[in-house]
């Protein structure tokens, strides 16, 4: 890893000074496959905004010679919009125990140094700080054969699964974004994938 390279924890205001570098961040990889997504800057801001200012939220923010370059958040499930937390609600495991993973984005020449084993070892230890018993996200379910799926893609599940994440059987949900190529927002198939924190 390069010896330049910072990976720490950001709450609150503190995530503001760099909110526009996040929010561009987050436009540059979501736009690549599998989310495809014409990101807005001005969404991508408040929603960063919004879910950093949740009690117990966390930033886990890399940054090279001061530039922001990836950047993984935490919070309580509690603290998640309907569309995530009803369908956890509706199971018989409970919100208040588990804590949600959102984003984690990394721009492509950064990757392959452990930076994403970062992302993951901050937050399953700042979750266990604040007594979550489970860690949970939810990524885009897309075909196999889709057609903006390039050839070298690295599919994420494996190193998931070795993280010891699994995905949750029957447990969806759909999220609406507008991706590259359509003419307003559509739902977006979402599989939740969850771990027990020892």
């Given at each position: ?54 009690r117990d ?20 499930m509690t ?40 992302f993951f ?78």
């Open positions: 890893m390069d010896s330049k390279l910072r990976i720490e924890p950001m709450t609150g205001h503190a995530v503001d000074a760099i909110i526009d570098d996040l929010a561009q961040l987050r436009m540059t990889v979501f736009a690549e496959y599998p989310y495809l997504y014409q990101g807005d800057a001005a969404y991508e801001r408040d929603y960063l905004r919004a879910f950093v200012a949740a939220a966390v930033a886990i923010v890399a940054r090279c010679d001061g530039d922001v370059v990836g950047i993984a958040t935490a919070s309580p603290a998640q919009e309907a569309e995530l937390r009803d369908p956890v609600a509706a199971t018989s495991l409970d919100p208040a125990q588990v804590f949600y993973f959102g984003e984690s984005v990394l721009l492509a020449r950064w990757r392959g140094h452990g930076i994403g084993r970062a070892d901050h937050r399953e230890e700042h979750a266990r700080r604040c007594g979550a018993r489970y860690a949970m996200f939810a990524a885009v379910v897309r075909p196999p054969d889709h057609p903006a799926r390039a050839g070298d893609y690295r599919d994420l599940a494996p190193f998931w699964r070795r993280r010891g994440y699994a995905p949750v059987p029957g447990l969806v949900t759909s999220l609406d974004w507008q991706e590259h190529g359509e003419d307003r927002a559509s739902a977006k198939p979402m599989q939740f994938w969850m771990r027990e924190l020892d």
